[in-house]
């Protein structure tokens, strides 16, 4: 049964973090906001995640005519071994663009090094890899540079089954139980505003709901989840022989790495999702 309820307490206990906000409600998920925000950002990798909760965001501002901009940072990663990354991010987010003309504000790419990733060096400082640390350094100074009252990053818990996905990433093996509130909302240090991680209790199952309740299946199909590379899943799928990738171009997907399994579980879970939120009586957004 599908049951947010420990998740949403979180916010409960938050309150004080950061400007005054509250959360709305997306189908049985609390997600923060603020009327006296002006410019938030958001975390946006061209996966169903992040481009999901872009969408949730722009579809309250909107609906609420908030006087709100969200802006997009895009993170530049494994450039050489998935070339195609970039492109997909840049083309999501000229997908919402589209979308939302009114809402989605500037793009900003941060430039993270193969060499720092976790699956590289692994963990590096005070728990964090290398990635979690240029991310979140960029993040605060978007705040502090920019005035971003908030940014909102799309990680998503890990899938609820047994036996788990031995390949999954570890650091999402999260429960809302047994979680403080600083895991969902968290202001950042020397600024006012907060970082919110609406997902880090949600599974990818709901995520991909939410495509269906509000007919947006053609974002979803614009979205990559595969995280297969030139140098295992893909490399005789593809005859890419440069650090480059054509926008546009065929891309098979691997349909063996962990995003891969999480996305099919998920596709095959979604009608039942829709049915249990519907049972339950937690559909507040729908088409």
């Known amino acids: 049964m599908i049951d947010f309820r420990d998740n949403n307490r979180l916010y409960e206990s ?3 973090y950061g400007t005054d906000w509250h959360c709305f409600a997306v189908n049985g998920v609390w997600i923060p906001i603020s009327h006296s925000w002006r410019k938030i950002a958001i975390n946006l990798s061209g996966g169903a995640d992040s481009a999901c909760l872009a969408m949730l965001l722009c579809e309250h501002i909107r609906s609420q005519s908030l ?3 969200v802006h997009v940072v895009s993170f530049i990663r494994c ?5 195609w990354q970039g492109p997909i991010a840049l083309a999501m987010y000229h997908q919402l663009q589209q979308r939302y003309p009114d809402i989605i504000s500037d793009r900003h790419e941060v430039y993270f090094p ?10 590096i400082l005070d728990g964090r890899s290398g990635d979690q640390i240029i991310g979140g350094s960029y993040n605060r ?3 502090l540079k920019l005035g971003m009252d908030a940014i909102f990053n799309a990680t998503s818990q890990n899938p609820d089954v047994d036996p788990p996905f031995a390949d999954r ?5 999260l429960r809302a139980a047994d979680a403080d509130p600083t895991q969902v909302i968290m202001q950042f240090s020397g600024t006012n505003a907060v970082i919110c991680r609406p997902f880090a209790f949600v599974q990818k199952d709901w995520i991909l709901a939410q495509y269906s309740l509000l007919a947006a299946g053609d974002l979803l199909d614009q979205t990559r989840s595969c995280e297969g590379d030139l140098l295992r899943e893909l490399r005789d799928a593809l005859d890419i022989k440069t650090y480059s990738y ?3 171009a065929d891309l098979p997907i691997c349909h063996t790495c962990f995003w891969c399994r ?3 579980w998920a596709e095959l879970r979604c009608d039942a999702v829709i049915t249990e939120l519907r049972d339950s009586g937690q559909i507040t957004h729908e088409r």
């Open 14 to 16: 938050a309150q004080g």
């Open 67 to 69: 006087n709100i901009k």
């Open 79 to 83: 450039w050489e071994t998935r070339p």
């Open 114 to 123: 193969p060499e720092l990733e976790m699956g590289t060096v692994g963990l």
């Open 141 to 143: 100074y978007l705040c």
């Open 169 to 173: 990433v570890l650091t999402r093996d």
């Open 246 to 248: 054509d926008a546009g």
């Open 262 to 264: 999480e996305r099919q």
